[in-house]
C-alpha cells in the first residue's frame, strides 16, 4: 500500500482530495514522515503496464 504527503500530492495530482483520510506515516513519492493519504486522493493512479494497456484497448476500456 502506497502513501502520499500532502506536497507530493499537489505536486504530482490533479484535483483535491475530498474524503481523504490522513494518518501518520511515510509518503512512498519523497520519503518524509508527516501527514499522508492515499495516492488516489488526489487523481494519482499507478501506470499500469504495456500489457494491461494492450488488453484494455482490445475491450475498449478506458482508464
Ligand atoms: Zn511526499
Redesign the pocket.
Known sequence: MEF??????Q?KGNKKPVHATYHIGR??????K?Y?TEPRDFGIYDEPDEDVKKLMNLFNIKL
Open positions: 502520499i504527503c500532502t506536497r507530493c500530492g505536486k509518503c512512498s513519492y519523497c520519503g518524509e508527516t499522508v
